[in-house]
């Protein structure tokens, strides 16, 4: 089962990562692309990588990009249009009341379309992260979704060959963002074809929604397209090494994967911090192998019957026989 | 602007409040309905009262009903079908995967609209606080959303007289209940004539949501119906007194009701568990009065220029004189 | 290592669950004792039970609840005071600012030192959880600090025989108790022999914690006395079947335990609301059992040698290879 | 009341306030320390600023900023040492479990503490930020926790001039710190001559506590000795302006200030992202005015009253009236 889906990484997880206190970052800062693609060629199984837009591609670079992650094997699985690491954007980007800015955002996001086209990549990532607000009465919330409406579907049209993702956050840069969670971000594409859903697992913890409800809605919706793997404590996205603390919401969300016939990217996009990166995007992807061998070794069915029994100790039973336990309950000590 | 909306409250803020540990409740037990109606009466303004279906009002007392809250002078604003005080709701009721169980809670509903339609009362609410999971592994998510959506299709075409509402909460009484925020009830309630959603304020603060937020995204679906008023800490369904604790954000809900030309109910609905009932619902009705009166007095007009402006600061001197401090900067100590 | 534990449970686990919304319970309601007893019985390894003063133990049965539970071969390993289930405790027990109430408060508490040492029972648990307040300006928190010290040296040194336990929480039945963390009791009891903390698992959680963290504080200030299981989703006290959620944390919980040679009760106590009461507390068993074994099978020296490096990716390979899975990291999909 | 206090401000208020998506920071960057320094001026009021040791301060110019915050009229109320800016703090600072670090982070504050000396300032803050653990299994708790006291006390005696707080917090940029809460604190430092807590109120909010709760306990405990003003929504530590969104907990905060006769300094700790800096200060210490202005117009007696009643309903009114509403609860519309 694992084998069928193709595993990505966000380049930067091999860069330095930086919070607000350590701005220059953890890790030896500086790397160049081609020292983290280095450090990628060193992940068994690494499949591609999501490039953030004028970051490291760009009109200047793009040939040589194309033929660099050509030669290094990786596909390029994502470009992601920089609407987030500039000060223009803080007040917002695609739902911007300044019309200015909006019209610059969307011209970011074709560039990025039309540069995932010519990288032979089938989408880009909108994350409105900066559109939202950090206080009550600060935004008007009909004309920043109408805004936001007008904007993608405008950025959908424009190529046919490349989708256009809307990737959901609850918070962070803001308090709060407009696109907080699954249930939004449908509302927010319905009818605008060329569109689907990122699904970032630690995103949808921190939306208080067990991701594979979510990952079930939005497939129900179809716009399940694309997902970002990692791992949080529910209050933020702290984006941890895969399967560091969810272990059974992400035995579950593996199952409605299998489920709902998800075949896209398996994208880690974590930050370690203090760990070496290699290591940590190794570990991630062995993580996810070790939950589909969990759930293959169980099977399906037995699976769904568990689930269609709605008994928590059916449940309870199922969950511990999958981690290797005795699913038994009457055994003596 | 105060004067425009009704005011209601669920007949039980004026029993005895349990809890899973007091069960029994606070206050006085035993209340009868004359008697918790009589205790409303000492509620200036009051225009009407929410029952719960089977508790308050049934097949045998509908008449004695409907006369003794003429006689009181009370309108009847809401019949809630009892979906949720028996053990036979426990796994779910509209969601439930045992077809009789369905059968029986669109059965529920079906009376209630029955008895609104003779009460002259024109919603019913249906909290589906049963129809969730407790654990991961414990629900199918598609079958119980397409059961949801059959279930109020056909109780939202029984009597076109009788509006059909849905109250969304994320949790409690299953650790998550599947229609849990203001996003979700839009989607499940598309293409559904005759719907259309309670906002509980309390539970959009616990659904994470940011309640003015929330409110507009229903209004412009269409789908802002009746409001549940309360307060809580965001962690829990408190069901605290009216603006205890949120008088900012209540501040912007009020300023949107307005602002989206919500006419609909205010209505209580709170557990003063420890608190004189008379007491805590004259206190509640005091604070909203407060902020219509605070909005009223700095003008729609200039609230709005701040939400255009986005600018924090701008808001920090807004609100500070709406609760009637000095907006200006640079005063001397 | 299991072995070396005492198991416990808290006798309601075998009766029938309630929430303040279906108040007599999703169970089948009104077991005795005697039928309670039965279930109890069906549990492989079950040692003892909590019993709480006047519901379950009380003048006139004291001789028949200890031949009784001699008879069934269980220990009464807890006697808990009620200062929760009666409307008279609403505005607090050992802190109501009501010196009779308080006073009845430590009657209750010294009645249920004197039955646990007539049953040979070496605790109490004192939770306050009606002591503390759901609004703020509603409490003097130096005043009822005090009011608890003072009541908790009384009860303390009123029988050397029972040692007094306080178990903290940080919410519900309040939206705020006094006592709410680990390090708020190691204050509480400072300086007051023969007392100590009653962890409950899930309360750690809601309170933010770490529970192998807090554990270790206890410990390390020499109060870590006893302990309840359960498990929830960190937002409230769910009573959730053992490591249904917190598979990891739980491992770690069980080391340190191991490490910080805690050799009291394990004691259930979980609300299953709506599951078979004997096979939750043998599941949520199994689950212990699982944990001590998984633990044993890596070996609590290379455990330790992890920690000691503070490493994240040394921490994921361990937790994937206590799960079953492969800890190496460059292996060949 | 208002005046008895010192109004304060950490010096990069006034500068450009960055986050880990927006690394160049939202204002105007490479603000100098003078350019920072003139944008102070214009806050009326402003007494004294927060500096950071390397940062601000250090070997070379501490002459110069001696004379420079002189000449500006203004005081250094708090040297705090750098212990969390550079990756080699990644680890962990005082409670580090490599001896060289450690030993590192000790000389940070003995030098911080010199300066402070030097400068005619009374405090250094440590903050232990770094000190903690982002997975389960990454930390021995009481390896660490002694550490840190061993730390603290070979610092605390130091100079005795120089009074050593401890600021807590329970998450950022660690998933979780050592010291987390205020009781944490407390514990930390008891029996450590010359230490006391920094309480800054957003940790505080984001650490589940009442903040006037947590200068209560501290103050108790003879710990409060200095706090930090700022706002958030009690999930993250927003550092939004003063008094944006808790208003009641502000009232109350200041109220059991006064209560409590902390005559300490109030500063500002926000980070104005998108916000004009000057504005910001000025906006949060009119708020700390109106604070204290309506709680001297109702009369802490009044207020002492209310909270011995521990009615909620008498609160709900204390605070409308506060806010400048009805307190009566028999009006008519």
Redesign the interface.
Known sequence: M??KYKLGACLPTFGS???????????KGGRTMEEMLDLASKV??LDGLELVSNWHVNERNIRYVSKLFKDKGFEICMIVPDL????K????SIAS?DAKIRKQAIQEIKKSIDWAAELGCGYVDIWP?QDG??????????DA?KRMRDAIEECAQYNKKVKVLVEYK????R??C?V??A??V??LLQGIKNTGCLLDVGHSLA????M??AA??L???RMLSYLHLND?????D?D??V???????Y??LM??LLKLKYDGWLTLDI??????KV??A???F??I??LF??IEKIGLDR?EK???S????L??????EI????P??????
């Open positions: 694992f084998r990562c930086a919070d607000r206190f350590c701005l220059s970052g953890y890790g068994e199984g987030w690491t500039q000060a954007w803080g007040n917002g009341s992260g607000y950090d206080y009550p009465f600060q935004a008007d919330y009909l979704w609850i918070k962070e840069p308090t709060h407009f907080s969670n249930a939004k449908i509302l939306a208080g929604e067990n594979a409800e079930s809605l497939a129900g919706n949080n404590y529910r209050m933020w702290d941890l090494l399967c560091s603390i969810h272990v059974v919401e035995l579950e199952y409605w930050f370690p911090y203090r760990e070496e290591a940590a190794r570990n991630s062995e993580w192998r070790y061998e969990r699976i568990v689930i269609k709605s008994d928590g100790n449940v309870s039973s199922l969950i511990r981690l290797g336990g005795n038994r309950l009457n055994s003596r000590r």
